[in-house]
Nanobody, 119 residues
Framework: QVQLVESGGGLVQPGGSLRLSCVTS????????MAWYRQAPGKQRELVAG???????SYADSVMGRVTISRDNARNTVYLQMNGLKPEDTAVYYC?????????????WGQGTRITVSS
């Protein structure tokens, strides 16, 4: 059974920092591209950051320079370090595991962890 379990969300003041964690089980973690998405109230889910199996990273323009995605293959865990948080970062953050296949792709999602940025 595949599980992705996020943690680390919460209420933080503008300018603050949080580190999200996503612990996975049931997948060969090393093979998967991992990503963080977020969904704000009334908006579509959007990609925040991604990291490939080889460690290449990418970021949404809205978080560039404020966010760092990393992975620990020994712990089957992906992290999202968020600094300089803004009210517009308020959203539910979801962990995604993605594997592209010849015939089909695999996508797994966590249940989400909420970040609220407010004074």
């Amino acid at each position: 059974q595949v599980q992705l379990v996020e943690s680390g969300g919460g209420l933080v003041q503008p300018g603050g920092s949080l580190r999200l964690s996503c612990v996975t089980s049931g997948i060969i973690f090393n093979f998967f591209t991992m990503a963080w998405y977020r969904q704000a109230p009334g908006k579509q889910r959007e990609l925040v950051a991604g990291i490939t199996s080889s460690g290449s990273t990418s970021y949404a323009d809205s978080v560039m320079g404020r966010v760092t995605i990393s992975r620990d293959n020994a712990r089957n865990t992906v992290y999202l370090q968020m600094n300089g948080l803004k009210p517009e970062d308020t959203a539910v953050y979801y962990c995604n595991a993605h594997l592209s296949g010849a015939n089909r792709n695999l996508d797994y999602w966590g249940q989400g962890t909420r970040i609220t940025v407010s004074s």
